[in-house]
């Protein structure tokens, strides 16, 4: 499956931006999805999490009641709400799909080497 990751910008504090993901070359609902994201000279980190049906997912503390993460299936599409925007969110965003069962996704959801495929990345900057 190949993703491409959009909607990244320039945004002041308090800002609100959607990134969004688009896979092609096999259907969405066959993956469990994530949002990392990375500066440069750190690790990339973990953002948010969902599963394949979308009823459940799974938040950074850093982000937990600021961002929502969703899926439209039919449009093979996942999304990243990010509201009340920090500089400390500045970061090039990555999606990222995996195929797990249940009881893996409870333990593995925040591992970046447990994804299989990465889009490009987006970039967000957020501005004081």
């Known amino acids: 499956v190949q993703l491409q990751a959009s909607g990244g910008g320039v945004v002041q504090a308090g800002g609100s931006l959607i990134l969004s993901c688009v896979a092609s070359g096999r259907s969405l609902s066959s993956y469990d999805m994530a949002w990392f994201r990375q500066v440069p000279g750190k690790e990339r980190e973990f953002v948010a999490a969902?599963?394949?049906?979308?009823?459940?997912?799974y938040y950074d503390d850093s982000v937990k009641g600021r961002f929502t993460i969703s899926r439209r299936n039919g449009a093979n599409t996942v999304y990243l709400q990010l509201n009340s925007l920090k500089p400390e969110d500045t970061a090039v965003y990555f999606c990222a799909a995996g195929a797990f069962i249940r009881s893996v996704w409870w333990e593995k959801r925040a591992e970046s080497s447990a994804y299989m495929y990465w889009g490009q990345g987006t970039q967000v900057t957020v501005s004081s």
């Open positions: 969902i599963v394949k049906t979308g009823g459940v997912t």
